[in-house]
């Protein structure tokens, strides 16, 4: 704890639309970028922005597996929160970030990761929705409330997005 | 004023969604847990989640009456944020939550007093969606936004959810 | 910098809700009120809310001019997060916001001229959803995260609507 309170930032990512993973990622690492420690705890839908796109298909029962079958696998399937249209509003959206040159969500997720971001998958949710480590991304944390809770009190931005 | 900085945490809860409603209860209650004095604003739909099943019927003009009938009635009635299907996807959360002896939202919101944590409903959002104290549960406050703000600025924990 | 920490709020709103915008601008104006100095950074769909309803046709390409046609154009014509109905909802919401003599989003966003509440645009969603300086109301800042959490680290009230 030798660290100033303004040291830290943490991020709550409860959604798992394309545009707020977006939005959290450039907060994110912008806060990184500019020295600070951040966490990112990724909870409910915001699980699907860590699922593998390829996961070896896990045993479980079967309404985990629905949810398993219906949510999106990772950055390349998410939807975006307003005019998704099927998913074609989410394809316009990174056909015209990737004219203008702006980073992708994979791109910001591989720099967070660079930058030393501690991205955290919420327990009690992976339990809730039925995902298994497996079948998230490498080199995360896992942990719960009372671990987000302890970054958050430490921290002077703190977001729920 | 004698409390430091880092002993309170605010939470506004907007939204009147299954699924954002026990997250903020779970933040707020695992807050108070540790410590932390715990001020929980509802405002808008998440009036919603502090509505009674039952209340009696109140006599109010027609458009506020017709937000009474469409809103829902309490944490029993609400649905999530995603993949709600006509309530199907609040009715296998809730399912899953109880086969893995998850807390329910109603218990969540029983723990939050237990752990005396302030319930405050938005006087301003009572107004606009034509709710009444009567259609409200017992043992809460009733504010407006300098009171949230008052609150807010002595916390290091300030979500919007 | 002679300012102390609690002197300053910040609120990103990437919603472009009329619900979720008022909640923002009470909230603000609520904030600038009680004397603290208010940064609005508004980012994605909450672009739509700074659009002038009028502005002069821009040439830009067809995917752009697209989002251009389908994104509402300033405060009178967004939609609300929740039964929204096609805008009937919207129509419900502001028709007993009057009749009650509540402050309309207008009405609010002038408050925030009047109260020097910080308004800035975010250049890189305005880049994506295509959006230029002329299509925005005047009196508004540009510019990018960095300069949000410039804002947002001195700040002790940071929320993301």
Chains 1, 2, 3 share one sequence.
Do not use: H
């Not at 950055?75 to 975006?80: A, N, S, V």
């Not at 497996?134 to 009190?153: F, K, P, R």
């Amino acid at each position: 704890m030798s660290q100033s309170l303004s040291d830290k930032s943490t991020l709550v990512v409860f959604s798992g639309d394309l545009d707020k993973a977006i939005a959290s990622f450039i907060i994110g690492t912008g806060a990184a970028a500019m020295g600070k420690e951040v966490t990112m705890f990724f909870t409910f839908w915001g699980l699907n922005i860590l699922r593998k796109e390829n996961a070896e298909p896990v045993k479980k029962p079967f309404v985990e597996k629905m949810f398993g079958w219906i949510l999106p696998k990772g950055p390349e399937r998410l939807g975006i929160s307003k005019l998704n249209m099927g998913g074609l509003g989410a394809k316009m959206m990174k056909g015209i970030m990737k004219k203008k040159n702006i980073v992708s969500l994979q791109e910001l997720m591989e720099l967070a990761k660079e930058l030393d971001i501690k991205i955290v998958a919420c327990t009690m949710s992976m339990d809730v929705l039925g995902i298994t480590k497996e079948e998230l991304i490498d080199g995360i944390e896992y942990a719960g409330v009372a671990s987000y809770l302890a970054d958050a009190e430490q921290s002077n931005i703190n977001l729920f997005v």
